[in-house]
């Protein structure tokens, strides 16, 4: 059964910092990884695709990488705004196209 | 993308009452399905709503308590029957759209449920 974990839990870091987001999965074989931002209250919205075949996307600020071999992606947010405070979570997708989700890191970026 | 609303977006409910949530999508879509989201917690996986047959349950998860409809494309309901306060949660509705690997997961905005 596929397990997502994202690290750390919580972040809290000043206006301006380039941060790093976690997220490992024990099964290897997967269709894509889907990188979310969900503000509190409301629903998802989808911020990067990376396809099993990729190694990264770019959008913006963001950066997802993805080692499949691994296990790993991360998440990198360019010079950090108030504005990025929100849950962000790591989904990956299986063969039936189903999602599974990780517990989510929550963000604070304090003015 | 897609556009996904939900009906209703929020809803108090007594405890042993039934709630039917609506999901509309702008276009037709193959897969539809149907995620919990639970206080503090990540989203899991209800079921898989397929259009002319029934819906497929994750484990955990049974046609009786979380009856599925999808009589078209564009169109699926979610019932939490009998409920109870453990049933709290934001229900989202979600569609994939793309070919392959390059399918991208979309959600609507999703619904409120409090039950006392």
């Known amino acids: 059964k596929q397990e997502v974990t994202q690290i750390p839990a919580a972040l809290s870091v000043p206006e301006g910092e380039n941060l790093v987001l976690n997220c490992s999965f024990t099964d290897s074989a997967i269709y894509n990884l889907q990188w979310f931002r969900q503000d509190p209250g409301k629903g998802l919205t989808s911020l990067l695709l990376i396809q099993s075949s990729q190694r990264e996307q770019t959008s913006g600020r963001l950066n997802a990488s993805l080692d499949k071999s691994s296990g790993r992606s991360t998440l990198y947010i360019a010079a950090s705004q108030p504005g990025d405070s929100a849950t962000y979570l790591c989904a990956v997708t299986g063969s039936a196209r189903q999602l599974t989700f990780g517990s989510g890191t929550q963000l604070t970026v304090l003015p | 993308s897609a556009v996904i609303s939900q009906k209703p977006s929020r809803d108090i409910c007594q405890r042993g009452t039934s709630l039917t949530i609506q999901c509309q999508v702008d276009s037709q879509v193959t897969m539809m399905f149907w995620y919990r989201q639970q206080p503090g917690q990540s989203l899991t996986l209800i079921a898989t709503?397929?259009?002319?047959?029934?819906?497929?349950?994750e484990s955990g998860f049974v046609i009786d308590k979380f009856p599925i409809s999808r009589p078209n494309l564009t169109f699926s309901t979610l019932t939490v029957s009998n409920m109870s306060p453990e049933d709290s949660s934001i229900y989202l509705c979600?569609?994939?759209?793309?070919?392959?690997?390059?399918?991208?997961?979309?959600f609507g905005p999703g619904t409120r449920l409090t039950v006392t």
């Open positions: 709503a397929n259009q002319g047959s029934e819906a497929t349950y």
């Open positions: 979600s569609v994939v759209r793309g070919q392959s690997s390059a399918y991208e997961q979309y």
